[in-house]
């Protein structure tokens, strides 16, 4: 079974990559895509632009038929979407190799940042901040708030039971993983790599050592 490790269930908005790809003024409009059912059928049509952490969580699709409906998709019901030049996959993280929130959904879409043996994906939750803002009489509840999980995976090997790696502990839990490229390997050992090099490492480990 391939497992997945959480690097960070919430990242401040400078180590997120979600920013980059997000545009908020296309939220509702439909864009060509797909989808890819659980028995493996691609149906092609138009995906609803949304947050995040609405298209982590469920996609609403139209298929290129006449007259063809709305149609709502969950985590369980696919293999994944395509959608805006990146395909997201269904990722079951109900297998135990983390603790999920009550937030968070056992099936989740998980959206890659790098693909190679060595993979980073991001999945968005939205996640209600409870907290109140007081100013003079009035008390206003603050906005929802996007958290992203950045998850590693490494095709050829599984991840020896590590479910989260800790700020003091990324040396030694990345370094477990790259040990199989002695290059980037040192570099996590030096710190020449840290956490905040986390693309960078991905990136040289498959270059150097993704075959």
Known sequence: MKHFITLCLLFSSSFSFAQAWFKPEMQGKKVPGWIVTTSGDTLRGQIQYNNPGIMSYKVYFWADSA???RQKFKGKDLKGYFFENVYWESINFNDGSIKLTKDQSAYSFARPVIKGRLCIYEVYTLVNSKLLEQEGNTITVLPTELETG???RKDEGAMEGLSHIKFMNFKKA????????PTVAAKV???EYGRFQL???VTEYNETCGK
């Open 174 to 181: 990345m370094g477990k993983i790259v040990e199989d490229c």
């Open 199 to 201: 693309q960078k490492i």
């Open 150 to 152: 950045t998850y590693l």
């Open 67 to 69: 007259n063809a409906d």
């Open 189 to 191: 050992e030096n710190k």
